[in-house]
């Protein structure tokens, strides 16, 4: 019997010797992959952020590209798509585009006009998103 319950205890021992370190090692691992979710959730976020504004810039330079080319009409939708993606960013709360959108209306109408003095002012447009970055 002694030798049965010394058996017993060795394993019990044994058991708890392997399985609180793999135990607490587990526990670490958890909280490191917690650590990356959080860090892949921001790379995620600053991705689309990019993506967005990326988007924004393409509709303006599609704007200056038409304007360039004396396509006013596709110069005008273009500046419209770029104002309107560039809206949903100033409501995100990125600054630069705040200011941007105050220069939707005088935009389009001079591209509406369909006037030499369009192009100018779209390029200036696309300057001063460039110099906001």
Request: aromatic letters at 8%; a neutral charge.
């Amino acid at each position: 019997m002694k030798l049965f319950l010394a058996i017993v205890i060795s394993l019990v021992i044994g058991f708890l010797i392997g399985f609180v370190p793999m135990s607490m090692k587990r526990a670490e691992l958890n909280s490191e992959i917690e650590e990356l979710r959080v860090l892949l959730d921001e790379a995620k976020h600053l991705a689309q952020k990019a993506q967005d504004e990326l988007s924004v810039l393409n509709a303006f330079i599609g704007a200056y590209e038409g304007a360039m080319n004396k396509n006013y009409g596709i110069a005008q939708t273009r500046a419209i798509t770029g104002f309107d993606k560039a809206e949903v960013l100033a409501k995100r709360g990125v600054a630069q585009y705040g200011d941007i959108i105050s220069l939707r209306d005088e935009t389009v109408s001079i591209l509406a006009k369909a006037t030499d003095d369009a192009q100018p002012k779209v390029r200036l447009l696309l300057f001063s998103l460039y110099r906001e970055r």
